[in-house]
């Protein structure tokens, strides 16, 4: 899987909480960068863990539940990733996937957050999320091993009120009284997304190097 003095596998993810679920993660045979939000970033990221010399990519972080059946925490393991702006589906590695234990089924990237729960039971993937699909195609253009390993943060009947903006970052000078509720109920599934994304990756990354 490495590249002769390469990283065997470099861990992308896009949000600074994601980032901090996985602190202590890397080191002998594991990457881990942030690459910022949305399809365009995650694409720079991917190609830019290529060039340093990855031999594998895996978008890791958080996702949110299309599937009325998934609950905050849960782990995606992705089959496939659909890009929903061109409608095209990107593979996922076997051996990696076979690692990580967690839902098999489609997830999907889309330009923005999916805020409501009708615009998430619109989606033919059990998650959502908004990088895996560039960083699948940046894989596949390479030649090199792509999984995608997500945690759900919120769940298919969530609205995400507008002080989350449409990359799904807070903006705190948006917070309105009335948004105090949904708030407090997204950090409590962010926190079991991040408890459960840093078990899943430290199964993923046992052995590597």
Do not use: K, N, W, Y
């Amino acid at each position: 899987m490495a590249r002769p003095g390469g990283t065997p596998i470099a861990l992308l993810c896009a949000l600074p909480l994601e980032r901090m679920a996985l602190a202590g993660m890397t080191g002998d045979g594991v990457l881990l960068a942030r690459t910022g939000a949305g399809m365009a970033r995650g694409r720079a990221g991917a190609e830019r863990a290529i060039s340093a010399g990855a031999g594998a990519l895996v978008s890791v972080g958080f996702c949110g539940g299309a599937d009325p059946d998934l609950s905050p925490g849960d782990v995606i393991v992705a089959t496939e990733v659909v890009d929903a702006e061109s409608g095209r589906t990107l593979g996922c590695d076997a051996g990696l996937c076979a690692r990580v234990p967690g839902r098999r089924g489609a997830l999907e990237s889309r330009a923005q957050v999916a805020r409501t729960p009708s615009e998430r039971r619109a989606s033919p993937s059990i998650a959502i999320d908004m990088e895996s699909a560039a960083i699948a195609d940046a894989a596949a253009r390479a030649d090199i091993p792509f999984a995608a390993v997500r945690a759900v943060s919120d769940a298919e009947h969530t609205r995400l009120p507008d002080a989350i903006d449409a990359s799904g970052e807070l903006r705190l000078g948006a917070i309105r009284p009335g948004d105090l509720p949904d708030l407090a109920r997204l950090g409590a599934g962010a926190a079991r997304a991040m408890l459960a994304l840093r078990r899943a990756i430290r199964q993923l990354t046992a052995g590597a190097g």
